[in-house]
Nanobody, 117 residues
Framework: QVQLVESGGGLVQAGGSLRLSCAASGGIFAIAAMGWYRQAPGKQRELVATISSGSSTNYADSVKCRFTISRDNAKNTVYLQMNSLKPEDTAVYYC???????????WGQGTQVTVSS
């Protein structure tokens, strides 16, 4: 059974930093493309960043040069380092595991990030 557990959210002032973590279980991490998505109140869920099994990365324009996604295959964990946070980054952040071979997607429960101005 695949499980994704996020941690690291919280309240931070504008300009501050947070690091989100997502620990994966179920034996899929090495073959999964991992990603972070976010959903603000009243808005649709949107892609923040992804990292392939080969560690190629992709970012939303709104977070480029501020956020960094990385993965540690030995720990089955993906990270999102968020710097220079803005109030518009406030959202629930979700971890995603996409397995192309199985055409399967898995989601974590989400972690709240709140940036005060």
């Amino acid at each position: 059974q695949v499980q994704l557990v996020e941690s690291g959210g919280g309240l931070v002032q504008a300009g501050g930093s947070l690091r989100l973590s997502c620990a994966a279980s179920g034996g899929i991490f090495a073959i999964a493309a991992m990603g972070w998505y976010r959903q603000a109140p009243g808005k649709q869920r949107e892609l923040v960043a992804t990292i392939s099994s080969g560690s190629s990365t992709n970012y939303a324009d709104s977070v480029k040069c501020r956020f960094t996604i990385s993965r540690d295959n030995a720990k089955n964990t993906v990270y999102l380092q968020m710097n220079s946070l803005k109030p518009e980054d406030t959202a629930v952040y979700y971890c995603n595991a996409h397995i192309q071979l199985l055409k399967a997607d898995y989601w974590g429960q989400g972690t709240q990030v709140t940036v005060s101005s």
